[in-house]
């Protein structure tokens, strides 16, 4: 279903810029007689914190009105709009510019690992950078892939932030039980359109 994809993604993306964020991942899958729509959005890549569960909620409204206007997905869906949460890869200078201020591991391209808190990640013509504390300075092309530890100590001070990101329910859950509980991100269930709900 890549060219549903496509113009699900087409019609949210204007959506979801005009509310200040990014669009991470579109993808639609089938499920028996209907179709499941799941959107990743994110805050802006310079952002340092967690999507908060209001403004998921205000954006998963407004991207359900979008593709209800457009009727882009055929017959009745389920829509399923999550952040990417914790346990996202860190493969991209973009992934780890959202990471900035978290304790992070990273696995190198050599097999050895290293980590540390996360100051910065910097776009350099001689390959991109990031910037440990200490500053500690690693080529980004020498990093196979990171990963955000997740900080227990943290939760105190930033408890609605990293409890989204652990999985809390950002909205209303539809009846077949897609609502993402459980995973590592936050997720707002909306049935489609044509879904009795």
Do not use: C, W
Request: net charge negative.
């Amino acid at each position: 279903m890549t060219q549903q994809a496509d113009a699900v993604r087409t019609v949210v993306a204007p959506v979801v810029e005009a509310a200040g964020l990014s669009l991470e991942a579109v993808s639609v899958s089938s499920a028996g007689s209907k179709s499941v729509v799941r959107i990743t959005i994110d805050l802006p890549e310079d952002a340092v914190g967690s999507l908060d569960s209001d403004s998921l909620g205000d954006a998963s409204r407004a991207i359900s009105a979008a593709l209800d206007t457009d009727d882009v997905v055929a017959g009745a869906y389920t829509l399923e709009i999550s952040t990417p949460g914790t346990s996202r890869p860190l493969t991209e200078l973009r992934h780890f510019k959202r990471a900035r201020t978290r304790l992070v591991t990273l696995k190198m391209m050599d097999g050895s690992s290293d980590g540390g808190r996360l100051t910065d990640a910097l776009a350099n013509d001689d390959g991109d950078v990031l910037v440990l504390d200490g500053d500690r300075r690693i080529l980004l092309g020498d990093v196979r892939r990171g990963k955000v530890e997740v900080e227990l100590k943290k939760l105190d001070d930033v408890q609605d932030a990293e409890a989204s990101e652990l999985g809390e329910s950002a909205g209303e859950d539809t009846d077949d039980d897609s609502d993402g509980a459980g995973s590592d991100n936050a997720t707002e269930g909306h049935p489609g359109r044509n879904e009795e709900g």
